[in-house]
């Protein structure tokens, strides 16, 4: 549930900022505006205090070597590599298709790419209900969340229609919202507690590692 508000923060972002760029609002403004505001969230967190973590370790790099040498933390890592370059493709990627290739207007373009938000926030609500009722494992849910992916990811590149590409781009955030919790689940799942903060952090630098290496 946590996870879902960045999705909210997803969704609205695109609207908003079209909105204001179409009202004449220029970009370096835009820019100044949220630096402002990440500006106050960052004293924000430095102001208050946050409870102890449960697991501390020695060090940053305590453990690194022994979760380094298990082949299923890579098989995870690469996971999560996968799927963060694919959800940033839609990001970075998305708008400048949508309006170069499929001449779709500047409002429309952002409206359809929060609509991959809203798929991610209602996904992620489906899976934490299907995994909470035990209807479905992780694993089983991982994979269907994969298989979507690829479905929903081609045929939106073979179709033209806005309808069609919007719904395409919604079910493909469907698709997309359990891969990165369930895997940092199973991250956790597979290494002793001393070792679950240094195994998480490390399959996350993973994911990001995506997000620099895959979106065109």
């Known amino acids: 549930i946590i996870n879902n508000f960045f999705a909210v923060g997803a969704f609205i972002a695109p ?24 500006a106050v969230v960052c004293g924000y967190y430095v102001l208050i205090a946050f ?70 926030i209602v996904g992620r609500l489906i899976s934490w209900y299907l995994l909470g009722q035990n209807l479905l494992g992780p694993l089983s849910l991982t994979l269907l969340g994969a298989i979507g992916i690829a479905v929903t990811y081609v045929a939106m590149l073979m179709v033209r229609g806005q309808g069609a590409v919007k719904l395409l781009v919604t079910l493909s955030g469907v698709s997309m919202s359990p891969l990165f919790p369930t895997t940092l689940a199973a991250t956790g799942a597979a290494f002793p507690q001393n070792l679950v903060g240094t195994a998480i952090g490390l399959a996350i630098t993973g994911g990001w590692l995506g997000y620099v290496f895959i979106p065109p």
């Open 15 to 38: 609207i908003v900022l079209v909105r204001l760029l179409a009202a004449g609002a220029t970009l370096a403004r835009l820019a100044t505006i949220l630096g402002i505001l990440s």
């Open 51 to 120: 409870p102890a973590p449960k697991n501390v370790g020695a060090s940053m790099t305590a453990g690194a070597g022994q979760v380094l040498s298990q082949p299923l933390f890579w098989a995870l890592a690469a996971m999560l590599f996968l799927y963060v370059g694919c959800e940033g493709s839609m990001w970075y990627w998305l708008n400048k298709y949508l309006t170069q290739e499929l001449g779709f207007a500047a409002q429309a373009a952002g409206a359809t790419v929060s609509l991959f938000a809203i798929g991610i």
